[in-house]
Structure formats: structure tokens, C-alpha cells
């Protein structure tokens, strides 16, 4: 849920990327992280196991500018992509104003991307959040692999009457990283009302 302070002209929303394991949420956290000025984003807080997955979460505060006459400041997030992790999901998830979906594209990851996005429709219920209410963007991630399944494939699956916004992605290359970033903050910013 947005909080406007207006004594301090701030507005905070927090924006969730939520995907199957590996699928390159933090990728596209960490992307994002190395490119913004320093003096316009917080730490990076990430909780990764061993084998470099994430444990729990990606924290990240992000410095946007000036909207609506307020400082726009944006708390970004990935979920653990693993559905044993589903209560720490389902709390990240509590009082997001926009998702990126991340998808990977690879053809043998298939299952657990559906899997992700029924766990996701799952969730936000549990919040008592209709899917189709907050801003999305579907980001289909690892598109430059040789196993990568076609777009319009994968939209045929995940998006097939065209309700969100997509984009073909390399997090690992930065590719549309930021496009789906800035994407999502401007829904999530026309969504507020002041």
C-alpha cells in the first residue's frame, strides 16, 4: 500500500518481483543496484544460500525524484523463488503496489513458472488482493538462451488476453532490466491518488 507522508513530501511504494527459482528476479534487483547513482539508492540487502539462491528476500530503496510534488522513494523486493518459502512470499507480498513477474524463458522451466504464478494468484488472495487490481508487468527472462521458448508462445501461457505489459529480457545482460523497472513505477505512480 503506497504511504504518503506529506508533512515530509514522500511517498514510499513497494514493488515485489516474484518468480520460479532461478528465474532471475535478483539478477534483475542486483542489475538495477549497480546502475543507479549511489546518492539515489540504499543498500542492497540479500539473503542467499550457498548455492547463491535466495533464501528469503532482496531488499532494495530506490531515489526516484520528484512526483506529484513529493519525493518518490521506491522499496523493491524479490520473493525466494522456492514455493517451501511460501509464507515469507506470501508476507513480502503484504501491501505491494506492483509485481514483475519474471519468467524463465527456458522450455524445461515450464512447470515450476506456472506453478510461480498460482502460487502468486494464491497469494495475493491470502491478502485479500484480486490480481487483476495491482499493477503488473510480466518480464520473460533468459530470452537470449538457445532453449528459450518463443514469446509469443510463452504470452499464449501467461498473458494470453493481453491484460499486462511485457518485456523479453537478459537480466544477466541488463536487457529491458530497466524498461520493465521504470515500467512498473510508472503504473504503480498512476496509480496513486493524492
Sequence with gaps: MVMINKIIKEINCKVVYYGSGLSGKTTNIEYIY???????????FSIKTDTERTLFFDFLPVNIGVVKGMKLRVHVYSVAGQVFYDSSRRLILKGCDGIVFVVDSQREKLDANIESLDNLKKNLLMNSVIMDKIPMIIQYNKTDLPNAMPVDEMRKIFNPEGKYEEFAACALKGEQVFDTFKNIVRKVVNNINI
Design 34 to 44: 549497480s546502475k543507479i547513482d549511489p546518492h539515489n539508492r540504499g543498500k542492497l
